[in-house]
Structures are given as C-alpha cells and as structure tokens.
C-alpha cells in the first residue's frame, strides 16, 4: 500500500532532507515533551498532597493561564513560518529582523499582562465554577505562576525562531535546562518548604526565566550579524511589515482562543459534574497535553520544512512533507492511546493515590483513541499551513471544529450531566479539525505549483 502511494507522488527536488527532517522531529518532540513532564511533575507533587484541592485548583487556574499563553503563542507560531521561509530563501536579514521585531513586541505584551495581573484574576476566577478551597488553591497558583509572563512571550519568539532555523539540538538543551530547574524548584517549594499550589506556580515561572537567559546566553555567545544592525533597525516598524504580521497573527490569535474557549468550557463543565469527574478529566487531559507534545515534535518539524520548501517553490517537496508528516503523527497519536489503554493504573498511579480517581480511569481512557489519532493529523496540518504563513485556514478549521463539531455536543453533556457525551464533543473538535484542514491541502499545492511556474516565466 505505502509503495503504491509513494509512486503516484512526484519525485523530491531537494533530495536527502528526510534523514535530517526525522532528526529535527526526534528534537523538538524531545524538548517539546520536557514541558508537559514539568506539568506532570507538577501533577504528581500535588497529587500526592493530603487534599485533592490543590490538583484541582491548578486545574482550575489553567483555564486562565490557557486563555493568556495559548493566545499569545501566535508570538511561536507566528515567528517559525516567516523564519523558515526566509532560511528557505536566504534572507539572513529577514531572519534576524522577525526576531528582533517580535521579540520587542512579545516583552510589551508580558509586561502588560503583569501589570494588569489583578483585574485578570478577578475577572476570571469570577467565571469559573470551584469550590471554596478549590478557588482559594487555583488563586495560590496563579499569583505564583503569573509572575513569569514577560519572559512566557518573550521564550515563545525565541523557541520559534531557534526551530525556524532547524536548531532543533539547541531547544532540546533549552528545554532541559528550564525543565530541570522547574522539577527541582517543584520539589522545594512544594515538598521542602510546604507553599502547594503557590509554591507551583512560582516554580513554573522562575524556570520560564532561567529558560529566557538560557535562550539569549546561546543566540549571543554564538555567530550574531551585527552588521546587519544598520539595514534592520528602519525596518522594525514598516507599516507594510507590521501589517502583514498583524494580519498572521490575528488568524493565528482567533484559531487559539477557539481552541482556548473550547477547552476552557470542557474544564468547567467538568467541574460541574463534580470533583471527581473534575479531577479524572484533569489527569486525562494532562495526558492529552502530554501525547500532543510528542506529536508537536513532527508538526514543528513539518512547519520548519514547509516554509523552507514554501520559500524554495518545491512542491514535490511539500507532497513528501505531508506524507511522513500526517502518517507518522497520527500512528504516535494512535500508539500512546492504545498503551495507554492496556495499562491505564500503571501510568495514573504515578501521578495521584486518590483511589476515587484511579477506580474511574479505565472508564475513560478509551476516548484518547480517537483524540489523539485525529489530533496528530490536525497538529500536523497546523505546523504545515503555518510553515505556508496560511492563517485564515487554521482560523476557519478551528472555528469550524470549536462551534460546530464541539460546543453544540458539549452544552448538551453539560445539561443531561455525562461525562462520556463531553468527551465525545471533544472528539469531534478533533475530527472536525482534521478533515477540514485536509479538505484545503489540495488548494494550498496548487498554488504553490501556480507561484513556482509564475516564477520561472
């Protein structure tokens, strides 16, 4: 079957990148995944708390942090396409002057989302369906947790930028050292000096700082272009520049907060099932976050490579991309979620000893087949529509999957009290995000073929 469909694609015109393409997924899903293993650290320290409050009280606060963070991360996604394009036509300029720009709008934003850290809180805790002790944990954290907001964006461009340019070694150093120090400033706040959900929090934040010196002690210790100062500085602010950066970003911004929203409604519609169906949802969902860190690794890597190959107008290219790209995430996503499901109580009791959770688990897990195998197609399609710079895609796909398929299945869960019937909802989101992405792909080859021809004539 797979020769079969390999001979009906053209040859690549740019033979030999498939070994180095496997190379770059293999690192960014090894950095990528070092994030997630600090949430479940997290997880699993407060897990193993006395009350079960305060792993449902991070619970709750990451409503919020989801809508802050998961909306700027256009500051990532919008920064590895433009780069990887401009690798691809070797503009070291371009390459150096999105970083610059970027980087300086990200640092605003951060200081602007500290600055207003309050009214955040009680605008969005307000919102929200917890308990008294629930809230008062889920309050602990965030006022821990915010703290790192500036150096959050700020590492959200230079992470994209490093992976625009394949330095795919480079972030899994970074990711080591920020998650190290995440894990050990866990176990002091938590266990050593007793602080809980506060003591999290501010462990997440300062290994976001220690991540933004590391990030900036590497890009400055190595070849930096300081020449190229005189022809970037009067392009920082091109209105032309800064419109088509905007206009990236604000599809990216509105495929985000769909995505953001939804999850955000799952979360409280689980809350008001009751804390356990809270907490079993809370640990299925940091295992969903944990499986689409792996699969982010082949959807970076597909991003950094399609706007290479956008950049070089190789669509035979782009065809290969997509094969290995969407096969190989799909058959991870569909790997971990049978595992997952043979031995759910071996990898759960790692990460709470509250039996009222572990007993419910295997009553779930099932549904991470579905979630996970659709969701790698949709993660992957994402990284290469961003490589193609194509944000009105990812927007139309995701608003599509977040008020079709998702929010009318999820308001009836929520009314009729079932847990199974919100999981199916998020299912669909997963479907429906899939195959309209898949649905566009033809379009998108072809225009590229139109734009590589117009260029040679």
Same mark, same amino acid.
């Given at each position: ?118 009214? +955040? ?130 599809? +990216? ?72 790209? +969407? ?76 008020? +079709? ?53």
């Amino acid at each position: 079957m797979r020769s079969h469909l390999t001979s009906l694609l053209p040859p690549p015109k740019t033979a030999g990148w498939t070994g180095s393409f496997f190379k770059l997924a293999i690192a960014n899903t090894i950095s990528h995944v070092m994030v997630p293993l600090a949430g479940l650290i997290d997880t699993a320290f407060l897990g193993h708390l006395s009350e079960v409050r305060y792993l449902n009280g991070v619970a709750v606060a990451n409503v919020i942090f989801n809508v802050i963070y998961w909306g700027f991360n256009f500051f990532r996604m919008g920064t590895t396409g433009p780069v990887a394009q401009a690798v691809g036509q070797s503009d070291e300029v371009a390459v150096w002057l999105i970083a610059v720009r970027n980087a300086l709008l990200a640092l605003g934003a951060g200081l602007t989302v500290l600055l207003f850290r309050n009214p +955040i809180a009680t605008f969005g805790f307000s919102l929200l369906q917890a308990t008294p002790g629930v809230k008062e944990a889920a309050i602990a954290f965030f006022q821990g947790r915010i703290l790192g907001a500036p150096a959050v964006l700020v590492n959200f461009v230079l992470l994209g930028w490093l992976l625009g340019r394949g330095k795919g070694k480079v972030v899994i150093i970074l990711a080591l050292v920020s998650n190290s120090s995440n894990i050990i400033l866990d176990y002091w706040f938590i266990r050593q000096l007793g602080w809980g959900s506060y003591g999290a929090g501010l462990a997440t934040a300062l290994s976001q700082y220690i991540l933004l010196i590391s990030c900036l002690g590497i890009i400055f210790t190595g070849s930096v272009p300081w020449h190229h100062w005189a022809q970037i500085k009067p392009k920082l602010w091109q209105p032309a520049a800064l419109r088509s950066l905007f206009g990236l970003n604000r599809d +990216i911004l509105i495929r985000t907060f769909s995505l953001v929203i939804a999850i955000s409604l799952f979360t409280n519609f689980s809350s008001g099932l009751g804390e356990t169906v809270l907490g079993v949802n809370t640990l299925l969902m940091q295992v969903v976050l944990m499986a689409t860190y792996f699969i982010d690794g082949i959807a970076l890597a597909v991003e950094s490579y399609a706007g290479r190959f956008y950049g070089q107008r190789a669509t035979a290219d782009l065809h290969w991309l997509l094969v290995l790209g +969407i096969g190989g995430s799909a058959g991870l996503g569909a790997a971990i979620a049978l595992i997952l499901l043979i031995w759910p109580l071996a990898f759960f009791s790692l990460l709470t000893s509250h039996n009222s959770l572990l007993t419910q688990i295997p009553s779930y897990v099932i549904w991470l087949i579905p979630v996970l195998s659709f969701g790698g197609i949709a993660f992957t399609l994402d990284g290469y529509f961003l490589g193609l710079t194509a944000g009105h895609v990812l927007r139309n796909s995701t608003l599509a999957a977040a008020f +079709i398929g998702f929010l009318p299945l999820a308001l009836v869960a929520n009314w009729l009290d079932s847990p199974h019937l919100l999981w199916l909802a998020w299912a669909t989101l997963m479907v429906t995000r899939a195959g309209t992405l898949l649905y566009r792909v033809p379009a998108s080859l072809n225009v590229t073929k139109a734009i590589h021809q117009d260029a040679i004539h």
